[in-house]
């Protein structure tokens, strides 16, 4: 059985920072690039950031570039997203998911959310102002 579960989120004050944490299982984790969505109330859900298989490559939104930092280790089949300087507009639901994607990065794929194979539940990340 597959499963995506999602930790680390929670309330915290602009320019904090927050980790979140996301255990995989039920398939090979090395075959799958794995990506952070979110989405906040009345919008869709957007990218924010992808890992190559490896964890060689990474992608990100432009909103989060030089604040989030993807990771993952592929020893214990979890991937992390280190959110700094969190700002309001960050507020959302978070969700990991993974796309079976091992070619050449970076790829308009990532981006798609309907590439990504299996997603988990999602934790709320809430940032006050």
């Known amino acids: 059985q597959v499963q995506l579960v999602e930790s680390g989120g929670g309330l915290v004050q602009a320019g904090n920072s927050l980790r979140l944490s996301c255990a995989a299982s039920g398939f090979t984790f090395t075959e799958y690039a794995m990506g952070w969505f979110r989405q906040a109330p009345g919008k869709e859900r957007e990218f924010v950031a992808a890992i190559s298989w490896s964890g060689g490559s990474t992608s990100y939104v432009d909103s989060v570039k030089g604040r989030f930092a993807i990771s993952r280790d592929n020893a214990k089949n979890a991937v992390y997203l280190q959110m700094n300087s969190l700002k309001p507009e960050d507020t959302a639901v978070y969700y990991c998911?993974?796309?079976?994607?091992?070619?050449?990065?970076?790829?308009?794929?990532?981006?798609?959310?309907?590439?990504?194979?299996?997603w988990g539940r999602g934790t709320q990340v809430t940032i006050s102002s």
């Open positions: 998911a993974a796309d079976r994607y091992v070619g050449s990065w970076p790829s308009s794929r990532l981006l798609n959310n309907r590439e990504y194979e299996y």
